[in-house]
């Protein structure tokens, strides 16, 4: 584990930034081709029409400066649309499948927090910062299907863990894979409403847009002398007092804030 300086926070890109972009490109070429074959009194060729506004929406995000992932789903999303549409599939299918991403991704929807696992090597990381302070009681906002508390409870029998997750089918994924471990509780819950209190260490695995307001939560709520780490996402205008960087693909960086008095 290495101290690195502070990196720049990870820029997101807001859901509404998105679909103007799509709606941007889409309206661009309907509004040029259905005049155009209009007047030539001929049907608009839909696939092809898809494919020049994907291109047109691969173009707008790479000049918007998007990530490569963007850019590859911009240029993807209209023709695959026209591809799944051609295959005549029951739309009852499609609510079913929502409803099935909603149980497990909830917080994509209402936090901009999707579901990834914490690794391993990051696991490992941070059972050593643990191991290296007295056994006190750690939370995992946020805790997915455990795979931070779960190993870590096994490991460090001496201190006692919890984590709060608020997306059912992740929540039972975590729930049943806690069974019997009992220094882990195992909870239901918005972490908005956790107190944080009680805990010497509290984890977040989230992303860049709850930070500003879970640093507010944790400086209101946390005691002094405990410790708040962020997993991948650092806290907005609060320098950290050590960054610990995780190798591996990809790295992972664990930003360590130690609660002051006052
Ligand atoms: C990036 S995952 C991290 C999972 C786990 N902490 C880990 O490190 O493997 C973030 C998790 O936070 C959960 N989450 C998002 N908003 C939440 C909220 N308001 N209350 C509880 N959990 C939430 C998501 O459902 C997701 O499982």
Redesign the pocket.
């Given at each position: 584990m290495a101290s690195l300086p502070l990196p720049a926070p990870p820029v997101s890109a807001s859901p509404l930034r998105q679909l103007t972009l799509q709606a941007a490109a889409a309206i661009l070429v309907l509004s040029l081709a259905w005049p155009y074959y209009g007047l030539k009194a001929e049907a608009l060729p839909w696939w092809e029409t898809s494919l020049v506004i994907g291109g047109v929406a691969g173009l707008l995000a790479t000049l918007t400066r998007q990530p490569w992932w963007w850019r590859v789903m911009h240029a993807a999303f209209v023709p695959l649309g026209w591809v799944v549409s051609q295959l005549a599939i029951d739309p009852g299918w499609f609510l079913l499948a929502f409803f099935l991403l909603l149980l497990?991704?909830?917080?994509?929807v209402?936090?901009q927090?999707?579901?990834?696992?914490?690794n391993r090597a990051?696991v490992a990381a941070l059972a050593q910062l643990l191991a290296d302070r007295p056994p006190s009681a750690f939370l995992?906002?946020?805790?997915?299907?455990?795979?931070?508390?779960v190993p870590l409870a096994r490991s460090l029998p001496g201190w006692s863990f919890a984590?709060?997750?608020?997306?059912p089918l992740?929540?039972l994924a975590g729930r049943l894979r806690s069974l019997g471990q009992g220094n882990l509780a195992w909870r239901w819950?918005?972490?908005?409403?956790?107190d944080l209190a009680g805990y010497g260490v509290v984890?977040?695995?989230?992303?860049p847009a709850?930070m500003a307001a879970l640093w507010d939560k944790v400086r209101a709520e946390m005691r002094p002398g405990t410790l708040f780490i962020s997993?991948s996402f650092a806290v907005p205008d609060a320098a950290p007092g050590r960054v610990v960087e995780i190798p591996g693909t990809p790295p992972r960086r664990l930003y360590l804030y130690e609660i002051a008095a006052g």
């Open positions: 497990v991704y909830r917080g994509a209402t936090e927090v999707p579901l990834y696992l914490t990051t995992d906002l946020g805790a997915g299907l455990g795979s931070t508390v984590g709060v997750e608020n997306a992740t929540w819950g918005d972490l908005w409403h956790a984890y977040a695995f989230l992303s709850p997993n």
